[in-house]
């Protein structure tokens, strides 16, 4: 109980230990086990024998609302100091309660706040009878990036590392936005949707590579970066890159194979 104590307690930053959800870790395992129970077991139950939700209302206020919220997210971090320079310069974390420090860590909770919202995607896809696009690739990533966030919120709460938050938040203003125009028959979003949506894959890829360089740089030997939660971070996003290649070479490589074969 010491340890659990010292860990998850004493060893935290001390700025977020009583914020919702940034505390104990058994309700972030208790959402992840529900989140689970709900897309394999209880939704899909509920569906069997219904007609699919349309929801196309909802899921066009959804894409806006992520675009919107990631545009909030950038602006936060730049005034709580972020610049180009966090990719590669060490930039350690700054513990104190200066209001821009304080702005920076308060930003990693609304991260953390709109990865727990995004678990409902997947709730969305089974309502509409997607249960196809419920795949590993999928359910991985929602919640590792939601775990991720969390244990970010808890411990780092700042530095260089928040260069993935920023690179993330400009590929997902990209995603939804394409999200957005796929789901309405407009001329110019039929075109644009056409035209671009191979390369939404592509833009995620490039991020994840990005974010590898920034946390090897943050591996510098002078650079005070946690190195417990980059030991956990780098090969998450080598899974993730692998899964989204996987998936990029399913979709278009090998599809682009067999139509010139027919």
Same mark, same amino acid.
């Given at each position: 109980?010491?340890? *659990? ?13 009583? /914020?919702?959800?940034?505390?104990? @870790? ?10 689970? =129970?709900? &897309? ?8 069997? %024998? ?12 959804? %894409?806006?609302?992520?675009? &919107? ?21 060490? #930039? ?9 420090? &304080? ?5 990693? /909770? *609304? ?11 997947? #709730? ?9 696009? #419920? ?20 411990? !780092? ?7 993935? !938050? ?13 999200? +957005? ?5 407009? @001329? ?24 590898? =360089? ?6 510098? @030997?002078?650079? %005070? ?5 980059? =030991?956990?971070?780098? @090969? ?10 996987? +998936? ?15």
């Amino acid at each position: 109980m010491d340890l *659990y104590e010292y860990y998850i307690y004493q060893n935290a930053d001390q700025r977020t230990k009583d /914020w919702f959800l940034a505390g104990s @870790p058994f309700p972030i395992v208790g959402i992840i086990i529900a989140y689970l =129970a709900l &897309v394999y077991y209880i939704v899909p139950w509920y569906m069997r %024998n219904r007609e699919a939700y349309q929801l196309k209302t909802f899921m066009g206020f959804y %894409n806006l609302s992520q675009v &919107v919220y990631c545009v909030f997210l950038i602006a936060n971090l730049v005034k709580a100091g972020w610049r180009p320079y966090y990719f590669y310069r060490c #930039v350690e974390t700054d513990y104190s309660n200066d209001p821009k420090a &304080v702005l920076m860590v308060e930003t990693t /909770w *609304y991260l953390m706040m709109i990865k727990l919202f995004e678990l409902l995607e997947t #709730v969305l896809f089974v309502l509409r009878k997607k249960q196809n696009q #419920v795949t590993v690739l999928h359910v991985y990533h929602h919640i590792s990036t939601f775990v991720i966030a969390y244990i970010y919120t808890k411990y !780092i709460g700042g530095s260089m590392l928040t260069f993935s !938050i920023v690179a993330n938040c400009f590929v997902h203003i990209i995603m939804y936005s394409y999200y +957005f125009m796929s789901a309405y028959d407009v @001329p110019i979003f039929k075109f644009l949707v056409a035209k671009y949506k191979k390369y939404i894959t592509k833009i995620q890829l490039i991020q994840f590579c990005l974010m590898m =360089a920034n946390n090897l740089l943050g591996l510098n @030997p002078n650079c %005070n970066i946690s190195r417990p939660f980059l =030991a956990m971070y780098i @090969p998450n996003i080598l899974i993730l890159t692998y899964l989204f290649y996987d +998936f990029y070479q399913k979709a278009y490589t090998k599809a682009k194979a067999a139509k010139a074969k027919q």
